[in-house]
């Protein structure tokens, strides 16, 4: 495999500072911590109007993450928090980054700044183009650029040979209409952040529940009386959810968390919307923590299961055998298959004392409202589907789903991520979609399933895949095998990116690059017929409105919507679709959507109520979408993992100060870890066993399928974890997870569980 010659990676320490983990979340730290992040990046005066319409009715969606606002109570001050204010101020940041910077700068000294550094060069302001051969970005005017994608992608001998990546921030509107010019084109090659997030979640649940998405609402974890929350950090990523959780304490409910780290939001929290918890001190969240090995899930419900069936066994009625005889299949064959697992055996797979199994069993068993949460700590492993399948099986034993307080919560990631996948953004689409949207606007979409991002890298380092087109996101350095998508990106004739900031995706080009300025959420919109607003789903999927209110950073700004109509009359010869016509007017795309889409009936009506509408869910009513028309029992096995020798298992999370690729800061406050991003958390029984000190100095390495990869210079930092477990930063680790280790079924990379090497640096 060769090595691109472009740096992608930054290697200097930036100054790594320890401190003791945090045991608090969020309160008055955060609230300042915010405060000075706005103040710092943000027109104060932009600042103040954005922070009274945050996720309120009528207002904007925050851009951060997808948990959900409360239906009717919103706080008066926005429904905010510290991260969420780091996600507006760095789209909302008063800096602009204009063509006289790129005149000036080539794209290889760029690409010497760290993440952190070209976050802060400020909003794209203009279309710019590298072309073929050259050393520097220079601007192009829109319709050049149109030109340009258009002759690019009807030169391809094929409509398959163009990829058409989302990220999930874009809008409904964007969304949908992206999806149709790219079916008119004529591919389903829709890989989407989604595929590397909670695709195994849209799998396991669509098999077994019919519906990939949760079943549960905002009040249903307000009345729950136990909430486990297995493989997620809230306290960093879904801030808001805290809030949640703590009504369901003060409610009565108990909360369990799984998880190989204890992550500073669950254990004590202050909610900076309630002087009350202010002054209390805050509530401790977790009642019970489960420091489970990493992959040790599958083990530690099996044994949930084993325990609750020893109860059943001697009598106590702790299935739910009217609901499991009324709506599901397949019992039997779970119960023999869980009989050839001991409790014992399970507990030693799973690393968590029987003990402690027993006390979260008894929890389990003797409340009826359970809800399970879960994110990427479940997904991304190559057994991701049959983490959340086994979850569905505990759900349905005991009769958890479709009830108050009950049910599934997979924790969604980007703001509208499962918006767009409702809009049709899936390389996989659904015979009963395509005909719809064939009939509704006149076109003829192909049937074969397209590539999902996995195969996607493969299709492009084969030169398989010639244009890479980007809907936002920062393909790159999200994907998995950093260097091996870098080769398959500059393998790409064309790399055109829509952006609201310049990221490392700009950096690593094909032959020519375009970099698409566009709107952001908090900018306003203005079309042909006047001021626009958009839609998006959030993780319960209620679908609200958004609408910007800032004067956007250049006039030459385009919105998403815009571009892809626009791209749509370039390329597209015989059309006739309005394009232009639909993105003068966004009521327009709703109205195609709610011909094509279930459940957006009077979508232009709804949408304009203040919290929106809620799309149907079947799991929610028990009516499941699956083709016996049950839920269904699933069989999973018990993975069983060993190390040598001198063998980790790593995981690559968030740290405190980081949206994905975009590096906000470079501290991870909550863990005590600050000034450096390049480090590796270990145990100290690990760090002893090798002879090192905290702060030394390593390389790691992962050998996989016959192909070594390394990732250089990080410093090893000693943390609470499992033996034999270690945890590196996303995206610097990235270089580490071999392009061909996924998920079985849903394909999603396996960014929690890459076998390692550690070498010292000496
Ligand atoms: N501020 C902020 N908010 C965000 C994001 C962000 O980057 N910054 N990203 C957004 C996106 S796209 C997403 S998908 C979500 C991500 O939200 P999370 O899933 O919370 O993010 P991660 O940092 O990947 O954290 C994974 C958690 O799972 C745990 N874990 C890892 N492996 C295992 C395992 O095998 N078993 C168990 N039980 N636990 C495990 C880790 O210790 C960690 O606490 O957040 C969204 N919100
Ligand atoms: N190792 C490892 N890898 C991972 C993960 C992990 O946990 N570990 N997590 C995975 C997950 S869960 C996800 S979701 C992916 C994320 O993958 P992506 O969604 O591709 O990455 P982001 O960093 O969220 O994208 C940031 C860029 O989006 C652009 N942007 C921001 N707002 C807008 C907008 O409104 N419109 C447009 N057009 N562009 C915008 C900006 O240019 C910014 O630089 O990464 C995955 N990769
Ligand atoms: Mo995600």
Sequence with gaps: MSTPKIEIENFDYTGLILKEPKEKAVGIPAIISSVKHMAKYMDPIDAFKLSLKINQKGGFDCPGCAWPDPDDDRSAIGEYCENGIKAIAEEATKKSLTADYFANHSVAEISKLSDFEIGKLGRLTEPMILKNGATHYEPIQWKDAFSLIAKELNALATPDDAIFYTSGRTSNEAAYLYQLFIRSFGTNNL?????????????????????????????????????????????????????????????????????????????????????????????????????????????????????????????????????????????????????????????????????????????????????????????????????????????????????????????????????????????????????????????????????????????????????????????????????????????????????TKLNRSHLITGRQALILPCLGRTD??????????????????????????????????????????????????????????????????????????????????????????????????????????????????????????GEYFMMTIRSHDQYNTTIYGLDDRYRGIYNERRIIMMNQIDIDARGWETQQEVNLFSAFNGVTREARKFLVIPYTIPVGNVATYFPEANPLIPIDSYAAKSHTPTSKLVKITIKEVS
Excluded at 192 to 205: F, K, Q, R, T, W
Excluded at 561 to 573: K, P, W, Y
């Design 191 to 499: 890989p989407d952040c989604s595929n590397m997030c909670h695709e195994s979640s849209g799998v396991g649940l669509s098999e077994t529940v019919g519906i990939g998405k949760g079943s549960v609402t905002l009040n249903d974890l307000y009345e729950a009386e136990v909430i486990m929350v297995m493989g997620q950090n809230p306290g960093t990523n879904h801030p808001r959810m805290l809030g949640a959780l703590e009504k369901c304490k003060e409610n009565g409910g108990k909360i369990i968390t799984v998880n190989p780290i204890p992550e500073a939001g669950m254990v004590n929290f202050i909610d900076p919307q309630s002087p009350m918890s202010i002054l209390k001190g805050g509530t401790s969240l977790t009642d019970l923590y489960v420091p489970v090995r990493l992959n040790g899930d599958v083990a530690f419900l099996k044994a949930i299961m084993l325990i609750l069936l020893a109860k059943e066994d001697a009598g106590e009625n702790i299935f739910d055998q009217e609901f499991i005889t009324s709506y599901t299949a397949n019992y039997e064959a779970l119960i023999t298959d869980l009989r050839t697992y001991t409790i014992q055996e399970c507990a030693e797979e799973s690393g968590v004392d029987v003990l402690l199994i027993k006390e979260a069993a008894e929890l389990l068993a003797y409340n009826q409202k359970i809800i399970i949460c879960w994110a990427m700590g479940l997904t991304q492993h190559e057994n991701g589907v049959s983490n959340i399948q086994e979850i569905v099986n505990l759900l349905l034993l005991r009769g958890a789903i479709g009830k108050p307080g009950a049910g599934t919560c997979p924790v969604r990631g980007h703001s509208n991520v499962q918006g767009d996948r409702t809009m049709g953004i899936w390389e996989a689409p659904k015979p009963a979609f395509l005909d719809k949207l064939d009939q509704v606007h006149n076109i003829k979409s192909p049937r074969e399933h397209g590539y999902h991002v996995v195969s996607a890298i493969e299709a492009m380092h084969a030169e398989k895949g010639k244009v890479f087109f980007a809907m936002g996101g920062n393909f790159l350095s999200a994907s998995p095998d950093t260097h091996f998508t870098a080769q398959a990106l500059q393998n790409c004739s064309l790399t055109a990116h829509v952006s």
């Design 524 to 645: 306003k919109d203005v079309q042909a017929d006047g001021e626009q607003f958009v839609s998006c789903e959030n993780s319960m999927g209620v679908v609200q409105s958004s609408q910007g209110i800032l004067t956007p950073p250049s006039k030459q700004l385009k919105s998403e919507v815009a571009i892809v109509s626009e791209i749509a009359n370039f390329t597209l010869q015989n059309t006739n679709i309005p394009w232009l016509n639909m993105a003068g007017n966004y009521d327009k795309i709703r109205d195609a959507i709610e011909q094509v889409i279930p459940g957006f009936e009077n979508y232009n009506e709804r949408i304009r109520k203040p919290a929106g509408f809620y799309l149907p869910n079947g799991a929610r009513e028990r009516k499941f979408d699956t083709e016996n028309g049950k839920a269904n029992f699933t069989i999973n096995t018990l993975p069983k993992h060993r190390l040598a020798e």
